[in-house]
């Protein structure tokens, strides 16, 4: 589906990877789906920031998120060299590049 779209044969693509656990809420595989979709509605010039992963979760009701959130992006250079950006904080692509999700994970604590 990622090579169907045409930012991805216009932008660097940054494979975004996520794993977030939380209390509270919404089951997972739906603040997963939103996570997604945040994800993909970023413009190129727009980071990914941590604060942002974390307020998808409390949006579903999380009571609770597990810190630090780590974000990470894959990218695979013209040379086919692969790279990954990792934050606790943000990643920002620039202009020429756009994140698409690749691992996002959301596992819901219960006690």
């Known amino acids: 589906m990622t090579c169907y779209s045409p930012l991805v044969r216009h932008l660097v693509p940054f ?17 997963q789906e939103d996570a997604e979709r945040y994800i993909r509605n970023l413009y190129p010039s727009q980071s990914l920031d941590s604060a942002n992963v974390q307020k998808v979760a409390t949006n579903r009701g999380a009571t609770t998120v597990d810190n630090p959130v780590d974000v990470m992006a894959v990218v695979h250079n013209v040379d086919r060299s692969i790279w990954m950006e990792w934050s606790q904080d943000r990643i920002n692509t620039g202009r020429l590049a756009a ?13």
């Open 15 to 31: 494979f975004t990877r996520l794993d977030v656990g939380y209390a509270g809420g919404s089951k997972g595989s739906l603040v």
């Open 99 to 111: 994140f698409f999700p690749d691992i996002t994970k959301f596992t819901r604590r219960t006690a």
